[in-house]
């Protein structure tokens, strides 16, 4: 009998630490591993790795360090993997300009300098089904109302918008930080539902639930006529309920308005920093 009772209470013991074990795991949002899904991915993994300690020339830095914003309050760690990142985007990604002009070294450099702002902590497969980048002069395709888009394999960007949006760095709108967090959107599974991790991924039903909670939240203090770190659109839903829009107007949040962020959406901002590996909240201006 007593062996009895000492059995009932090793599976007690067992179902209180798997318990414990599962509430331990649920906190670690973003931390699953990150794997290349395709050969691209591969590739472009492997790239990062040879540019290992390569250094932008004098004039490239320049050209970011009086355009980009954000530059001025980059911890120097980061400038090393962020520099690595924009010589191997350069080298593998057409840029073209839907111009008869071709793309000048401005141009071309600030576009990657900003893409890969966004992966200075992550990998460049990131990119993987990304195959062209469409600059336009002004509104694309005629559209007055846009300035940006993305499929999961491209990127449309008007080069008048995007100049004005890399200047300011704490207005908490960035267009290319913007288009290419959707791209990230739809790279595990080609749907933009700001879940930028898979169906199968056991974060998946965590993002899901962060998500509709912050939606909601977002949508409750504008409707109140309250000003808020996320914009406004970031509230946009699909037909179907998804929202595409709250990743990426959180991205930019993050970036350009962190320690805001982190006050008013704290779950987003944490599931952010894991997913992204910085922290802008803590990133202060270079004297
Ligand atoms: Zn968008």
């Known amino acids: 009998m007593n062996e009895f009772y000492l059995l009932i209470c090793i599976i007690i013991i067992i179902l209180i630490a798997l318990i414990f074990f599962r509430k331990k795991e649920k906190k670690t949002l973003g931390k699953s591993p990150i794997k290349a899904t395709n050969p691209y991915g591969i590739l472009l993994d492997n790239l990062l790795k040879q540019k290992k300690g390569k250094e932008l020339t004098s004039e490239q830095r320049s050209i970011i360090e009086s355009n980009i914003g954000l530059y001025h309050w980059l911890p120097k760690d980061l400038i090393a993997p962020w520099e690595e990142r924009i010589i191997c985007f350069l080298e593998e990604f057409p840029i073209t300009f839907m111009k008869r002009e071709m793309p000048t070294k401005e141009m071309e450099i600030l576009v990657a300098a900003e893409a890969c702002l966004l992966i200075v902590n992550r990998p460049l497969s990131d990119y993987r089904h990304l195959k062209a980048i469409h600059l336009w002069e002004d509104e694309i395709n005629g559209n007055k109302n846009a300035r940006g888009s993305a499929t999961r394999f491209e990127i449309s960007l008007s080069w008048n918008y995007l100049k004005q949006s890399i200047k300011k760095a704490r207005d908490g709108h960035n267009l290319t930080l913007h288009e290419f967090a959707h791209l990230i959107d739809f790279a595990d599974d080609g ?3 700001s879940i930028p991790v898979s169906r199968n991924s056991k974060d998946f039903k965590q993002w899901q639930e962060l998500v509709n909670n912050e939606h909601k939240k977002l949508m409750q203090a504008y409707e109140g006529g309250k000003n808020y770190s996320i914009r406004a659109y970031g ?5 179907k309920g998804d929202k595409p829009e709250l990743f990426s ?9 962190g320690s805001r962020l982190k006050r008013e959406c704290t779950a987003i901002y944490n599931a952010l920093q894991e997913f992204y590996g910085i922290d802008p909240a803590n990133w202060r201006k270079a004297e």
């Open 249 to 257: 107007c959180g991205t930019s949040a993050f970036f350009e308005r």
């Open 235 to 239: 509230g946009y839903e699909s037909i």
């Open 191 to 193: 749907i933009a539902q």
